[in-house]
């Protein structure tokens, strides 16, 4: 029989749409049962505090997750598998629609891609002249501080895939979005090498731990 807690969130889910639930009722969504003298909701309200964030929850290693009480290898490997369907979902959303039909469309591609690498990864998403998706490439991986770009192999890859305009990111492991001096310097360089194709530089974007910056809403570019 499922619990009243678990139902809870479930209906206003029905009623008011997914969209509507804290990640508290999300989490117990998902969980759908509780520990020993816990509830479901008291439950995952006590794991967002322990770990943080649904970020910190579901980026955690299994040991962490499996010292915790009340959680074993079940419940780790359906945490992971939630992690690994969105991703999954971002992925092949943009495959499917061939478009980045919005901003928040594109940080939520880009966080589904990039927030859980341990390492600095430059990824170049390609354009055709309807802004429509091409391809998305990981080019470039470097260590946990840094990266090498090279600018003239984003620009033969466009070439190669007939691009008309591109939207660059990386992340930041360290979980901070704000770009360094060194991101401003080489997306300048990278506008530069791409202006001499005619190819347009429309973001680029800095992913960090539930958090993003915009070098177009910045107005760097």
């Known amino acids: 029989m499922e619990s009243k807690e678990y139902t809870l969130p479930r209906e206003k889910m029905l009623r008011s749409g997914i969209e509507t639930l804290s990640d508290v009722e999300l989490l117990a969504l998902f969980l759908r049962t509780g520990t020993r003298g816990k509830d479901v909701l008291s439950w995952s309200l006590?794991?967002?505090?322990?770990?943080?964030?649904?970020?910190?929850?579901?980026?955690?290693?299994?040991?962490?997750?499996?010292?915790?009480?009340?959680m074993g290898v079940a419940t780790y490997a359906q945490l992971k598998g939630i992690a690994e369907l969105a991703k999954r979902y971002y992925n092949t959303r943009v495959q499917a629609e061939n478009s980045l039909s919005s901003p928040?469309?594109?940080?939520?591609?880009?966080?589904?891609?990039?927030?859980?690498?341990?390492?600095?990864?430059?990824?170049?998403?390609?354009?055709?002249?309807?802004?429509?998706?091409?391809?998305?490439s990981r080019l470039f991986a470097g260590t946990f501080s840094h990266v090498?770009?090279?600018?003239?192999?984003?620009?033969?890859?466009?070439?190669?895939?007939?691009?008309?305009?591109l939207i660059l990111a990386h992340n930041h492991p360290s979980g901070l979005a704000e770009p360094s001096k060194a991101?401003?310097?080489?997306?300048?360089?990278?506008?530069?090498c791409c202006y001499f194709m005619d190819i347009r530089v429309l973001d680029h974007l800095v992913i960090g731990h539930g958090e993003s910056v915009s070098f177009a809403e910045r107005g760097w570019i």
């Open 46 to 70: 006590e794991l967002l505090q322990h770990f943080g964030s649904l970020y910190g929850l579901l980026s955690a290693e299994r040991k962490e997750i499996t010292e915790v009480y009340g």
């Open 104 to 136: 928040d469309m594109t940080r939520e591609f880009l966080q589904s891609q990039l927030v859980d690498e341990e390492r600095e990864i430059f990824l170049v998403i390609f354009l055709d002249n309807q802004n429509r998706v091409i391809k998305h």
């Open 148 to 165: 090498e770009v090279y600018p003239r192999e984003i620009v033969r890859e466009a070439i190669k895939v007939n691009a008309s305009s």
């Open 183 to 192: 991101d401003r310097i080489i997306t300048k360089e990278i506008m530069k």
